[in-house]
């Protein structure tokens, strides 16, 4: 089928998605998704990020359709014609959903561990207003422990439920969902039991917030001042990859996540002995740095970007200088026992 988003025109089997066709073509026209994760079955749906605008239904049926649609949960069809970043009508419901989003959202930015690769602030940032119109008191929890190593904050909780499907799909016995209803929705365990299981720590890596987050890591560092470097072991636990993501301040691991792709979804989820018992680099066989897909607060000054010496055409001398001078302001060429005039302190004495 051939599906046109943004003007840009690409053939898609039957079954895929809007927002899987707008991925394959890349680019600004991919919709933004906070609870749709392509490595978990049935996420999609609940957030309205994704929202887009179809101009044309299909071939066979050319007719628009009157209200946005889903990205994630709508199939294209032969001739269908999207548009997602043209669209003013995409942008506004994108804002309203954004706004919709930080009702209740506390600003805890400055002290939470998320910030910096939060899928939130990276949609605030892009859609968010610099004032608020919510002049209701903000829906608070109290604070539950559900565990050893992992933090819930349900303040900031956005109910995306991509941990709910993560902990069906990956663990035999889940013990934690979506309580109560409406704007009293809340993750929580059942009957207070702790979430233990060997892939509990996935969690962490799926939620788009900091809702959950991982208490040996809590409050250490920002991942700004963290070096991410992509590493590999060998995992004795059944399901495990080993390939993880190690995020090292000088020569410390400080936390210990699984490799995620340019929409920032988990590539494949590790073991919490992978994630929280292994932080020696002696665990680890380092790969390399990890390389980003577009501009973030943890790839400034990225030493991954392959930099192309600038040439510019000009006669020798004009911009380097003369050979002679380089050589006087390159301390490491100066012998020690040499002048900046190119004598001898020695020989002068000596004379």
């Known amino acids: ?3 046109t ?6 053939e898609v089997e039957a079954g895929t998605t809007i927002l899987q066709a707008a991925r394959m073509i890349g680019g600004e026209s991919v919709p933004p998704a906070m609870c749709y994760y392509s490595k978990l079955k049935g996420t999609g749906g609940k957030c309205r990020c994704c929202l887009v605008d179809v101009t044309k239904g299909s071939e066979a049926d050319p007719r628009p359709m009157p209200k946005l649609v889903a990205s994630c949960v709508t199939g294209c069809q032969d001739g269908m014609e999207i548009a997602s970043k043209s669209s003013e009508r995409v942008t506004e419901a994108r804002k309203a959903v954004t706004e919709f989003l930080l009702i209740n959202h506390p600003l805890d930015c400055p002290v939470c561990d998320q910030a910096g690769e939060c899928d939130l602030q990276n949609l605030s940032f892009e859609h968010g207003k610099s004032e608020t119109r919510f002049i209701e008191e903000k829906r608070t929890f109290e604070p539950e422990d559900i565990g050893d190593k992992i933090q819930l904050h349900m303040n900031r909780c956005i109910v995306c439920q991509r941990c709910v499907e993560v902990a069906d799909q990956l663990t035999d016995g889940r013990v934690h969902g979506v309580l109560n209803r409406g704007d009293h929705s809340q993750i929580s365990t059942c009957v207070s039991a702790a979430i233990d299981n060997e892939f509990s720590g996935n969690m962490i890596d799926v939620c788009p917030v900091g809702a959950l987050t991982d208490k040996t890591f809590r409050f250490k560092s920002r991942v700004w001042f963290n070096k991410p470097f992509n590493a590999h072991r060998e995992c004795t636990t059944p399901g495990c990859c080993g390939k993880t993501t190690v995020w090292m301040f000088g020569d410390e691991i400080q ?5 995620k792709d340019e929409y920032h979804e988990v590539e494949d989820f590790i073991c919490n002995t992978c994630r929280f018992d292994k932080k020696e680099v002696s665990d680890w066989v380092i790969e390399g740095p990890r390389r980003f897909e577009k501009d973030s607060v943890i790839n400034q000054n990225n030493y ?4 192309d010496k600038v040439v510019i055409e000009t006669e020798k001398g004009i911009l380097m200088g003369r050979d002679i001078d380089r050589k006087k302001i390159s301390m490491s060429e100066i012998d020690y026992n040499e002048k900046i005039d190119g004598n001898l302190i020695d020989s002068k004495k000596n004379g």
């Open 5 to 10: 988003i943004d003007g840009q025109e690409i």
């Open 1 to 3: 089928m051939k599906v």
């Open 304 to 307: 991954t970007r392959k930099m």
């Open 255 to 259: 936390r210990v996540t699984a490799r």
